[in-house]
């Protein structure tokens, strides 16, 4: 289950994309550094560029939404 903090709207070349911030997963996620890699995109963040986890790709990985 990932948690529902991390989970955000984000802009990509592509348009608009839901996904779960890297950092925010690092820090509240105690297996981040097993989530698929072929999940991670490149997004635009506040402060430049930054790296996302596209939750429609980890939704077809198994990976669910915490709510809460």
């Known amino acids: ?13 592509r348009g608009i994309s839901r996904g779960f911030g890297e950092r925010c997963l690092h820090r509240h996620f105690r ?13 635009r963040g506040r402060n ?8 429609r790709c980890l939704r077809h990985a198994g990976y669910r ?4």
């Open 1 to 13: 289950m990932l948690p529902q903090r991390c989970f955000r709207t984000f802009e990509n070349r």
């Open 31 to 43: 297996h981040a550094n097993r989530l698929p890699q072929h999940c991670l995109i490149r997004v």
């Open 48 to 55: 430049g560029p930054r790296h996302a986890y596209e939750a």
């Open 65 to 68: 939404l915490a709510r809460g």
